[in-house]
């Protein structure tokens, strides 16, 4: 499905990463990709439970394409270590913009994501107006690693002259 919007990731925290480091720590950063596009949050040093507070933007043009977020820890002198990956699902949040809801009162819950084996959610989500605009924390629970949860707020935005979805 073809769209032409910008897709707002606050990375706020990561809670009980997976050890890299001999000394019983990580120095965690996280990156966030979608097609060819690769953002990245800073690296937090010596830490399992890092607060980024990164706000990270990437152009989205196409809603099938996945937004994978993975947490590296950063090294030094050798690649650096993979920590454990989520996929977003934005389609929820996607779909709520285009309701067109705008005179709702600030905090209204528009819909409510329960975890399941097809998303990475590790506890239920909400998609929420506020401020003027729709947004929806997510608390994600990292595969392919033995422990880690990141903890992220996504908006849309859709970008000036879209015209709607092409199918």
Partial sequence: MEV???LRIRVHRGINLAVRDKRGTSDPYA?????????RSKVLRDTLNPVWEDDLTIHIKDLNLPVILTVYDKDTFTDDDNMGHAQLDIKPLFE????????LYDGTTVEKIEPSPDNCLAEQSRVVWTDGKMSQEMKLKLRNVETGEVEIRIEWTDLPGDVGIHI
């Avoid at 709520?96 to 005179?103: A, K, N, P, S």
């Fill in 96 to 103: 709520c913009t285009r309701m067109g809801l705008e005179d």
């Fill in 4 to 6: 032409s919007g910008l």
């Fill in 31 to 39: 990156v966030v990709k979608s097609g060819l596009q690769k953002v």
